[in-house]
């Protein structure tokens, strides 16, 4: 009996990996199969099939190049005096737009509700109070006088409301340091409840290799007299640095804070007060065509070191830009929510927690978890889009369905591979998953 030659190991192995291969093969032509199939049935389930799908993108970031942003934010209260207490008319305030429609009061008063000159939202401009949040909430004619917790503002006690304008467009090159960004909305700045106010067009960024830069606007107003208020006058525009900056970080991820210049800046103005040891930690002023519109407006004084007791409230306050509206930036503080107010035990009166609290974006965000590893990587991040099929799916489904020439050119595609899957099984070329074995050893 003539023994049979044993089978080399390599060849075995070869003919078990020929085989695998091709089992291999053969799942991916079915699964391409079923993805055919799957598609136009996405086309079908469109807004009538009430199903949402939720897709999460990832989004690296990457600040090593020139780039445009489309809808930067600025976020600016100027100064704390702004959001005060007012010797007359009850407080300063900001609110969007100018007043009423033209943005005539019709003289210095202080105004009142049934007046209708205030807006807290004109178009992409919102004034907002801190809560805790990003956003902040929105500032309204009634909240105009309170702090975020609800009581009257007093003292160092102030709104924190600051305006926020959506919507800028420009280009920013960190490699370069530079930066352009330009806004289009208006804010109105007003003081003594409406004795004296003035506005704000059309911000524009503006920064220089060197990392300083510039925040300016088309400013107008009407002019009045904080001695005698019965002159009224319209003020003719002109162009002003509302901030003058410094060291402003261009290559930060998602923006910047930057304080602009205060202290230590001499006035425009023959009634700043002499710098002395009592006052340097407060002595400084705006910038120098700021100031002399001021002189106009009857506002003069309160944005510069004037002597009086609100010096410590007139320093310039921190100045956000973020790249994209609503996406706090990295070294951003955002207030703590407001401690709700509380009616006393007399029930006669209200008393407030702390409120306002200045903590940093990362006390407040939500530290990353293992089920999104995606947020502890530095540089990259994740947004969820949530809504039906038909935006997404359905319209590279319905792209599919419709395209004459894509249809034809998948239907040949389908009608080829069928062909070949056939041929490859009639041939033993292929093998269907599950089917026949591996060899044994």
């Not at 807006?119 to 105009?144: K, M």
């Not at 090159?173 to 289009?184: H, L, M, N, Y």
């Not at 540089?379 to 590279?396: I, K, M, N, Y």
Request: glycine share 14%; charged share 15%.
């Amino acid at each position: 009996m003539t023994a049979r030659p044993a089978r080399s190991a390599r060849g075995s192995l070869g003919a078990r990996g020929a085989r695998l291969r091709r089992r291999l093969a053969a799942s991916a032509l079915l699964g391409l199969l079923a993805t055919a199939v799957a598609v136009p049935a996405l086309a079908a389930d469109g807004p009538s099939g009430g199903t949402d799908l939720t897709v999460s993108v990832v989004v690296p970031e990457s600040r090593d190049r020139a780039f445009e942003v489309r809808d930067a934010e600025l976020l600016w209260s100027l100064n704390a005096e702004t959001g005060a207490a007012a010797p007359a008319g009850g407080c300063h305030f900001l609110m969007a737009g100018r007043p009423g429609a033209t943005g005539d009061a019709g003289g210095s008063h202080v105004w009142t509700a049934a007046d209708g000159l205030y807006r807290a939202q004109d178009g992409p401009v919102r004034v907002r109070v801190p809560d805790g949040s990003a956003d902040g909430r929105a500032a309204s004619w009634d909240t105009r006088c309170s702090t975020p917790g609800g009581t009257p503002v007093r003292g160092d006690a102030t709104s924190q409301a600051r305006v926020s304008v959506t919507g800028g467009t420009g280009v920013v090159d960190p490699v370069a340091g530079t930066a352009r960004v330009t806004w289009s909305g208006t804010f109105t700045v007003v003081f003594y409840g409406g004795l004296t106010y003035w506005w704000a067009s059309d911000p524009v960024l503006e920064v220089r290799p060197d990392g300083t830069g510039t925040l300016t606007a088309l400013v107008g107003g009407y002019a009045t007299s904080r001695e005698d208020t019965s002159v009224w006058a319209p003020l003719a525009p002109r162009q002003v640095v509302l901030a003058d900056l410094e060291r402003v970080p261009t290559g930060a991820t998602t923006g910047f804070t930057v304080t602009p210049r205060y202290l230590g800046v001499t006035a425009a103005a023959p009634d700043q007060v002499a710098r002395t040891d009592a006052n340097a930690g407060v002595w400084g002023a705006f910038p120098a065509s700021f100031v002399q519109f001021q002189q106009l407006t009857g506002q003069g004084p309160y944005w510069y070191t004037s002597g009086g007791e609100a010096d410590r409230r007139k320093v310039a306050s921190p100045l956000v830009v973020r790249w994209t509206a609503g996406q706090a930036v990295d070294d951003e503080t955002l207030a703590a929510a407001p401690a709700p107010t509380t009616a006393t035990a007399g029930g006669t009166g209200t008393t407030t927690g702390s409120t306002s609290a200045p903590r940093s974006r990362a006390a407040t965000a939500a530290a990353p978890t293992a089920a999104d590893p995606v947020a502890a990587v530095p540089g990259v991040t994740s947004q969820s889009f949530s809504g039906p099929r038909t935006p997404l799916v359905t319209a590279v489904a319905t792209t599919l369905r419709d395209d004459p020439t894509v249809t034809g050119l998948g239907v040949a595609g389908l009608l080829l591979g069928t062909s070949g899957a056939v041929l490859g099984f009639r041939r033993g070329w292929l093998v269907l998953p599950g089917r026949g074995r591996i060899p044994a050893p």
